[in-house]
T-cell receptor, first 114, second 115 residues
């Protein structure tokens, strides 16, 4: 099973709303990632969790708040977003290693900020 | 940081023809080179990968070649079918000191297979 699941599939929110994106994997992977993807562009890394600890924050604004409650779950809490934050948000997971480990992506949450 | 150039940005081929997408990179320490296919409305899916100790890898109609000296790697799709139509991203990974992977993606190639 190489499946990463994400909910919801679509999300529309106002600039004053608070919402959360969820990601789950049961492959035993101990690295999990959030990416943002704008139309016709490659995914851009936002956060990396390794062994449930935040390892990389790619200078993401504080209105995005990640959380890794356990080794299978990854959340992204959203608050006071801007219209330019509208994008496809992708979660990925991988083994932890030094030899180059494959990242498996979920289907993404398509977010529209009004 | 690592830079990956991907060409072409768009590619149209007739069904049954071959398609080739090429990526060049700058950091010789890169050691793992996956290719992802992203269909409309979906997340990227790994289709093939190659490691730096291998020059070529094939999986049915898909093959990847790696030239570490010239720092480029290519995706080859033979006997293309309409369902091959998608955006393809090359990528490379460096193992980080923390054991997690920082991926650099190419800019993407939109492949259209014309029936």
């Amino acid at each position: 099973d190489t499946e990463v699941t994400q909910t919801p599939k679509h999300l529309v929110m106002g600039m004053t709303n608070k919402k959360s994106l969820k990601c789950e994997q049961h492959m035993g992977h101990r690295a999990m990632y959030w990416y943002k993807q704008k139309a016709k562009k490659p995914p851009e890394l936002m956060f990396v969790y390794s062994y449930e600890k935040l390892s990389i924050n790619e200078s993401v604004p504080s209105r995005f708040s990640p959380e890794c409650p356990n080794s299978s779950l990854l959340n992204l809490h959203l608050h006071a977003l801007q219209p330019e934050d509208s994008a496809l948000y992708l979660c990925a997971s991988s083994q932890v290693g030094l030899a180059g480990e494959t990242q498996y992506f979920g289907p993404g949450t398509r977010l529209l900020v009004l | 940081g690592e830079n990956v150039e991907q060409h072409p940005s768009t590619l149209s081929v007739q069904e049954g023809d071959s398609a080739v997408i090429k990526c060049t990179y700058s950091d010789s320490a890169s050691n793992y080179f996956p290719w992802y296919k992203q269909e409309l409305g979906k997340g990227p899916q790994l289709i093939i990968d190659i490691r730096s100790n291998v020059g070529e890898k094939k999986d049915q109609r898909i093959a990847v070649t790696l030239n570490k000296t010239a720092k480029h790697f290519s995706l080859h799709i033979t006997e293309t079918q309409p369902e091959d139509s998608a955006v393809y991203f090359c990528a490379l990974l460096l193992g980080d000191s923390g054991g997690y992977q920082k991926v650099t993606f190419g800019t993407g190639t939109k492949l259209q297979v014309i029936p």
